[in-house]
């Protein structure tokens, strides 16, 4: 099993930064892509950000607002999500994910799952 697990939510202010990590483990698997999204209580999932393996392309939701930044290693099956002057409204749950095959990157439909970390923006 592919296991997914994200570290690095916490309760800041509004302005403040955040660095979320995740890793993917398990046996050799397939990677074409791993990403964040995040949904808040009575919203939908959202995508956030996430990182093509193949050649490194990153992309962005609208809602990351030029704030958000994606990185990773995927030797090491491992991404970050640098978020820069949080809001309010970035609060939510945020889960990394793989996807497997693509070739859609923009889509919840990724494969393996974490539990995801919480973060809250206090005003």
């Known amino acids: 099993q592919v296991q997914v697990v994200e570290s690095g939510g916490g309760l800041v202010q509004a302005g403040d930064s955040l660095r979320l990590s995740c890793t993917a483990s398990g046996r050799a698997f397939t990677r074409y892509a791993m990403g964040w999204f995040r949904q808040a209580p009575g919203k939908e999932r959202e995508f956030v950000a996430a990182?093509?393996?193949?050649?490194?392309?990153?992309y962005y939701g609208d809602l990351t607002e030029g704030r958000f930044t994606i990185s990773g290693d995927g030797a090491k099956n491992t991404v970050d999500l640098q978020m820069d002057n949080l809001k309010p409204e970035d609060t939510a749950v945020y889960l990394c994910a793989v996807e497997k095959y693509g070739p859609v990157i923009i889509t919840t439909l990724y494969d393996y799952w974490g539990q995801g970390t919480q973060v809250t923006v206090s005003s």
């Open positions: 990182i093509r393996w193949n050649d490194g392309a990153a």
